[in-house]
């Protein structure tokens, strides 16, 4: 299950409006088909690795990381039924859909079909489905805030320059981390002195640059999206993962909010000194408001400078 959650991310965020599924199909012990879900939503994984398995897919074991859909649509036929009209002996499944089409009908229909079904809460599945399901159960997007900062928690100095805190590995890592996400955040402030492209400039996949929005009440021009409040983003169409990278108040307003899911620091090993802090002001009315929130999900090296992922307890 764990490896077709990380086949899944070759569809993030190309799938939208669709969640990206990953699907591998195991006969005799050997991988015979693998998929994930292609650029617009279709086809579908499993359509996608039946494919590739052809006849070998008749007795074999398929593990999917999302419920297979049950409903019929115009773009495709539902994937419970592929998999019952080819004749799999069982389907291992990381996670239900919270799809009212399809929450609990696909494994009802394959299970009528005698195909023998698991029906796990895999946390990797989990995991790599967390715009689609936070989506489906808070009605907006899966938010990661990203902060590049000094060892006393700066992220600029006074007068505002902040290139470069970080070095190039932890630089080129954002960009590949953007290209995960359907849009791109950044405060009124930050998008007028700073003036950020907000795109990937990584070969090969300068498509994957996100929809841009900016957090102001100022009027902007065509080329960007503007919410004047963090309310807003449970209006962005087709948008699963939301990538806020700041400044001080546009985080703030997200994490009083608490619409923050995923904190993503890069640590450089410097000390600024007085200087322009990661977060405004929280209105916290005692430390003990701060803790218990936040659990330590990944931590690497990347160059001289730490990457350090939190994730929301809920």
Not at 264 to 278: D, H, L, N
């Amino acid at each position: 299950m764990a490896a077709a959650a990380r086949l899944a991310s070759r569809g993030r965020p190309m799938s939208a409006p669709n969640p990206a599924v990953g699907c591998i199909i195991v006969r005799d012990g050997i991988v015979v088909g693998r998929g994930w879900t292609q650029p617009g939503g279709r086809p579908h994984a499993e359509a996608v690795a039946l494919g590739e398995a052809g006849e070998r897919a008749r007795g074999a074991v398929v593990y999917v990381t999302l419920e297979p859909c049950a409903h019929r649509s115009e773009r495709g036929p539902a994937c419970a039924d592929l998999l019952i009209d080819v004749g799999v002996a069982a389907v291992a499944i990381g996670t239900q859909d919270p799809d009212p089409r399809t929450a609990g009908k696909g494994v009802a229909r394959l299970r009528d079909h005698g195909i023998e079904v698991e029906l796990a809460d895999h946390p990797s599945c989990r995991e790599s489905l967390a715009g689609y399901l936070i989506r489906a159960e808070r009605g907006r997007p899966f938010v990661t805030l990203k902060l590049a900062i000094s060892l006393d928690g700066n992220v600029a100095m006074m007068d505002g320059s902040s290139q470069w805190i970080t070095g190039t590995e932890a630089r080129a890592h954002v960009h590949s981390r953007r290209a995960m996400h359907d849009a791109i955040l950044v405060g009124g402030g930050t998008w007028r002195d700073d003036k950020p492209r907000l795109d990937v400039r990584l070969p090969g996949l300068s498509d994957r640059s996100p929809i841009r929005i900016v957090l102001t009440r100022s009027t902007l021009g065509d080329d960007v999206s503007v919410i004047t409040d963090p309310e807003e983003i449970v209006a962005l169409e087709n948008v699963q993962y939301l990538y806020v990278e700041g400044g001080a108040h546009a985080a703030a307003s997200f994490l009083k909010a608490d619409f923050v899911d995923r904190l993503e620091f890069y640590r450089a090993p410097i000390v600024i000194g007085s200087a322009k802090t990661a977060v405004a002001d929280l209105g916290l009315a005692s430390l003990e408001d701060a803790h218990g929130r936040w659990r330590l999900a990944e931590q690497r090296r990347l160059g001289s400078d730490l990457f350090e992922a939190y994730t929301r307890t809920r």
